[in-house]
């Protein structure tokens, strides 16, 4: 299994981020994916999951309004796609299914 994540950087706030993850090694059309964060001296932070064929999705409330989650099942890709970037959302960003994760992408927003 293989999970790379890109698309992080730093940016100002109220900027904008594209999360990618390519994965491999198992049948992603039919696996769940989440997105986690983790921000320094913090635990690590649910923040989206979307279902295998992309019907259903919840992410948190805290950024729900800016934040939306994707799938391409033809490119066994996930997205994030981040909007209104805050402070706050700086942390390492983390795709991922069930208990696996892959390397993170780290996302640093200035104020």
């Known amino acids: 299994v293989q999970l790379q994540a890109s698309g992080g950087g730093l940016v100002h706030a109220g900027g904008s981020l594209r999360l990618s993850c390519v994965t491999s090694g198992f049948t992603f059309a039919r696996t769940a994916m989440k997105w986690l964060r983790q921000a320094p001296g913090e635990g690590l932070e649910r923040v989206s999951t979307?279902?295998?064929?992309?019907?259903?999705?919840h992410t948190i409330d805290s950024v729900k309004d800016r934040f939306t989650i994707s799938r391409d099942n033809g490119k066994n890709t996930l997205y994030l796609q981040m909007n209104n970037l805050k402070p706050e959302d700086s942390a390492v960003y983390y795709c991922g299914f069930n208990d696996i994760r892959g390397q993170g992408t780290q996302v640093t927003v200035s104020s």
């Open positions: 979307i279902n295998g064929d992309g019907t259903w999705s």
